[in-house]
């Protein structure tokens, strides 16, 4: 079977032509997107959201890995906070580690009192003071 851009090769069903995939879209009213899939485990580790709020799933994964606030020393529930993209969107893709849980004080702060801050892969962020003294959270801490 010849593939045509937009096509979508399913394991175990097929090739779902574009065309298909648009009307189901359209009729359903939802959209498809990317998920990466742990082989091993079954648990999807990224998907490619492209817009800037985080889903639903996104949202809950973040809040819950974070649990607070990531500004140093803050203990504000991360159901009560904003979800900040480490690397401003859309340079930096709205996914697990590019969102940390920021209370809104602290989001102002990094955004306008000259904090600065780098999230690793696995969820530690690194925190640069105006003055230059570094902090480091982690996930839960």
């Known amino acids: 079977m010849r593939y045509r851009l937009g096509d979508v090769q399913v394991p175990g069903v097929g090739v779902i032509p574009a065309t298909v995939i648009r009307e189901l879209t359209s009729l359903l009213g939802t959209k498809f997107t990317r998920a990466l899939v742990n082989a091993e485990t079954g648990t999807v580790a990224e998907t490619a959201n492209q817009t800037y709020t985080p889903g639903a799933r996104l949202a809950r994964f973040v809040r ?7 500004f140093p020393g ?10 900040d993209h480490v690397t401003p969107h859309p340079d930096g893709p709205t996914a697990a580690h590019n969102l940390q849980c920021l209370c809104r004080h602290h989001h102002r702060a990094k955004h306008e009192a000259g904090w600065t801050v780098t999230m690793s ?9 105006p003055a230059g003294h570094v902090y480091t959270t982690r996930p839960a801490d």
């Open 64 to 70: 819950a890995r974070d649990q607070h606030c990531r």
């Open 74 to 83: 803050c203990t504000r529930p991360a159901r009560l906070t904003d979800l």
């Open 121 to 129: 892969a696995d969820g530690v962020c690194t925190w640069t003071s």
